[in-house]
């Protein structure tokens, strides 16, 4: 049976952004980890989370890290490739969450490569 849990989160381009030009607003400052942690009431371990881009930054924490920091929370989106700018937002419907909500519930591996193969077997003869 699948282990449940909190669902992953899917970090997108802007996320990874956000993420690395925290760090180097944080290391510009000379402001340690420890400091935004404890200015903000959460761990060490979640800075780090999201120094790493392992975690998404909500828009009241990314409020709060620039409060912390003593920019605004635009500042952590500058320097923004425009390609990324410029990705069309997409529709998903019920059914595809469904679907990747089945998928994240696999075992890593083999079995997670195997479906992207009959995933991709699916489109060429849908096509």
Do not use: W
Request: charged content about 25%.
């Amino acid at each position: 049976m699948a282990k449940r849990g909190r669902p992953r989160q899917f970090m997108t381009p802007v996320d990874q952004h956000v993420a690395e030009r925290l760090r180097l607003i944080r290391l510009s400052k000379s402001v340690t980890i420890e400091q935004i942690a404890k200015f903000i009431g959460i761990t060490y371990q979640n800075v780090q989370r999201y120094e790493r881009g392992r975690g998404k930054i909500s828009a009241g924490r990314l409020k709060q890290l620039a409060d912390a920091l003593g920019v605004t929370p635009n500042d952590f989106y500058e320097g923004l490739p425009n390609e990324i700018n410029q990705i069309p937002a997409r529709e998903f419907s019920q059914l595809d969450f469904t679907l990747l909500r089945a998928i994240a519930d696999l075992p890593a591996g083999g079995m997670k490569r195997t479906l992207i193969q009959l995933i991709d077997l699916i489109r060429q003869f849908d096509r």
